[in-house]
């Protein structure tokens, strides 16, 4: 069950209504209707303004950001959608923190709001280390609609490995990791 392996944590209703989408072939069209609007922030430039607006409107008084870029090994190295990284750089007798944000390249055909989901996410580390209650405050101050958008991203990333293995797998090839039936 595919639903289950993105949706552990979540009620089991929810698992299998997810599964019930993806099996009848409705799961693109689900996701079609609740995440409509594309975004057109395609490059790094694009995508630091883009996290720089989104800063300046809910955390002015954090540090600032060094870099910001997509990321086309992030998910397959390090399982993650999106990085903060701090880095201590010494610079004469001074100290200089650097701090990164990336996001893994599939957000760039990703809709506009998983976009934003995954940047709130990144952005709220700045404040909040650990993904504690205080973190999760904070992403829903800056994105009302945060624990709907991680869910809807979980579905999106579900129907993305289907569509992936469609592609890899013919009629009569078997899946990679499964024996034949």
Do not use: W
């Not at 997509?70 to 701090?99: E, I, N, P």
């Not at 990703?110 to 209650?133: F, G, S, T, Y």
């Not at 992936?164 to 899946?175: A, I, L």
Request: proline content about 5%; hydrophobic content about 40%.
């Amino acid at each position: 069950m595919l639903a289950a392996r993105y949706l552990a944590g979540y009620p089991p209703a929810l698992i299998l209504e997810a599964e019930r989408l993806r099996e009848q072939g409705r799961l693109a069209e689900h996701l079609a209707r609740r995440l409509p609007e594309r975004h057109e922030v395609r490059s790094d430039k694009a995508l630091f303004e883009y996290v720089q607006d989104l800063k300046a409107r809910h955390l002015r008084n954090a540090e600032p950001l060094q870099h910001v870029g997509y990321d086309a090994k992030l998910r397959v190295l390090q399982h993650a959608l999106g990085t903060h990284t701090r880095r201590t750089q010494v610079q004469g007798s001074r100290l200089k923190m650097r701090r990164e944000i990336r996001v893994a390249t599939l957000f760039k055909e990703a809709p506009a709001a998983l976009l934003r989901m995954i940047v709130v996410h990144e952005l709220a580390h700045l404040r909040e280390l650990d993904h504690n209650k205080a973190f999760y405050q904070l992403c829903q101050h800056m994105e009302p609609e945060y624990a709907q958008l991680e869910f809807d991203l979980r579905l999106y990333l579900m129907h993305l490995d289907e569509q992936r293995s469609k592609v890899t797998c013919g009629p009569t090839d078997v899946p990679s990791g499964r024996g034949a039936p």
